[in-house]
């Protein structure tokens, strides 16, 4: 099961951007790296996945080095709106006959002031 | 959109009672989970099912069960309220296989404080 760490807290000013790396040194092969977002009073919400290299939706992009014993969330131009805790979780896909191991990071505090 | 609910945005139990959290999701997804969410530890799993009638044990299933009769339902079930059992009690679903792994649709929450 690999174990993942992330940053507790990050400050930053709006329009700038935000890198949160998530460190998992012992990820499986078959592990995925999945990005979630959560404002206060709310559940998570899904915001990006990648296996390897890079991969970039309309929200983040996700940066994953070759050995990917780590991964970074890139938010672009931050706003105020921007302010939420990011979580970080690795695991592997679930089948029809099994079901990979998963955990989510203890999560990231990201606070953007004006 | 998918949408998951949960019965109770709060709920306040008495230490020993039983306590029943319920969650309906309207995808027709197959998997479905109950995290407990407290500060400085993150999500963490409980239990979930990948399919009606079956059930795994997450990372602290002790103290809870789960019942998932129908595919659109899953309720955790607390057989004796413990006050070390008051947190964030969090509902998710998502399809198997699943376009993307992991890609969990989460519900509000349920905020349990048992006295």
């Known amino acids: 099961l690999a174990k993942t760490t992330q940053p507790i807290s990050m400050d930053s000013y709006e329009g700038q951007e935000v890198n949160i790396t998530c460190s998992h040194n012992n990820i499986a092969t078959n592990d995925y790296i999945t990005w979630y977002q959560q404002f206060p009073s709310q559940g998570p919400r899904f915001i990006i996945q990648g296996y390897k290299t890079k991969v970039t939706n309309e929200v983040a992009s996700l940066f994953i080095p070759a050995d990917r014993k780590s991964s970074t969330l890139s938010l672009p131009r931050v706003s105020l709106s921007d302010t939420a805790v990011y979580y970080c979780?690795?695991?592997?896909?679930?089948?029809?006959?099994?079901?990979?191991?998963?955990?989510f990071g203890a999560g990231t505090q990201v606070v953007v002031t004006p | 959109d998918v949408k998951v609910t949960q019965s109770s945005r709060y709920l306040v139990k008495r230490t020993g009672e039983k306590v029943f959290l319920e969650c309906v999701q309207d995808?027709?997804?197959?998997?479905m989970f109950w995290y407990r969410q407290d500060p400085g530890l993150g999500l963490r799993l409980i239990y979930f099912s990948y399919d009606v009638k079956m059930k795994e044990k997450g990372d602290i299933p002790e103290g809870y069960s789960v019942s998932r009769e129908k595919k659109e339902r899953f309720s955790l079930i607390l057989e004796s309220a413990s006050t070390n059992q008051t947190s964030m009690y969090l509902c998710a679903s998502s399809p198997l296989p699943g376009r993307a792994p992991y890609e969990q649709y989460f519900g509000p929450g349920t905020r349990l404080t048992v006295t």
């Open positions: 979780l690795v695991g592997a896909p679930m089948t029809t006959d099994s079901w990979g191991k998963f955990q």
């Open positions: 995808m027709d997804h197959e998997n």
